[in-house]
């Protein structure tokens, strides 16, 4: 098992920056399975077996996003060429876009909406829920 923030070479730049994270300060963002990764609280991934029922086994989730981009400013438009980048290598996927040309600027402008997808173990992703409903 690898330790959380140790850079995975099968991961994209783009998520091995969050690695240890999960975009969040309470989640470790480890390898997954098929380049997605895997976000748990805890410091490893459990032990999955073969045989295990369904509904105990990782289970995709998704975290969702909303920015803003200028990208008249350089590191703006880094930013979202990464998460474009992810979302083309099915990491994520983008939900909408609206791109506006600002003319006081003389610059781009995008609202972007998109989602992070990552594994998860059911039972935290209940446990997480239930904080909220």
């Not at 140790?6 to 783009?14: A, G, L, V």
């Amino acid at each position: 098992m690898q330790e959380p923030g140790f850079p995975d070479p099968t991961m994209p730049p783009e998520m091995q920056e969050r690695l240890g994270t999960g975009g969040d300060q309470d989640w470790n963002l480890l390898p997954g399975m098929d380049g997605i990764p895997f976000r748990t609280k805890n410091k490893e991934v459990h032990s999955y077996k073969e045989d295990d029922p369904d509904h105990l086994r990782p289970q995709v989730q998704n975290e969702v996003n909303v920015k803003i981009f200028n990208l008249g400013d350089a590191a703006q438009l880094e930013e979202y060429k990464k998460v474009l980048n992810m979302c083309a290598q099915a990491l994520g996927r983008v939900m909408s876009q609206d791109v506006q040309y600002r003319p006081k600027e003389a610059c781009w402008q995008v609202f972007l909406t998109w989602a992070v997808y990552f594994y998860e173990d059911p039972r935290e992703t209940r446990r997480e829920q239930k904080k909220f409903y």
